[in-house]
């Protein structure tokens, strides 16, 4: 089973963008999807995430200008993203953990131009 992301591209600063991630196929007993993200030279770290019963974590960086969803029939997990800025600009990577399984997406790069 594959995460296959979509979404990202280059966007101007106070922008938006939506990003999705849709499992290739079924996954079962997923505790929560979320996404992380990655700057050039930076560590990996997580944006957002949420739980199957919809419970939410939110960076403090990004409260109340992303928001985390998800559909849980269709193994889809979407990350709107609004009010975007230049340090927002980073690899987005989904992930799904079922419990001892990780699975995660290839990564999608958004750009955030000044």
């Known amino acids: 089973v594959q995460l296959v992301e979509s979404g990202g591209g280059l966007v101007q600063a106070g922008g938006s963008l939506r990003l999705s991630c849709a499992a290739s196929?079924?996954?079962?007993?997923?505790?929560?999807m979320g996404w992380y993200r990655q700057a050039p030279g930076k560590q990996r770290e997580l944006v957002t995430r949420?739980?199957?019963?919809?419970?939410?974590y939110y960076e403090d960086s990004v409260k109340g200008r992303f928001t985390i969803s998800r559909d849980n029939a269709k193994n889809t997990v979407y990350l709107q993203m609004n009010s975007l800025k230049p340090e927002d600009t980073a690899v987005y990577y989904c992930?799904?953990?079922?419990?001892?399984?990780?699975?995660w997406g290839q990564g999608t790069q958004v750009t955030v131009s000044s």
């Open positions: 992930y799904f953990f079922a419990n001892p399984y990780n699975y």
């Open positions: 196929g079924s996954i079962f007993g997923i505790d929560y």
């Open positions: 949420i739980t199957i019963g919809g419970s939410t």
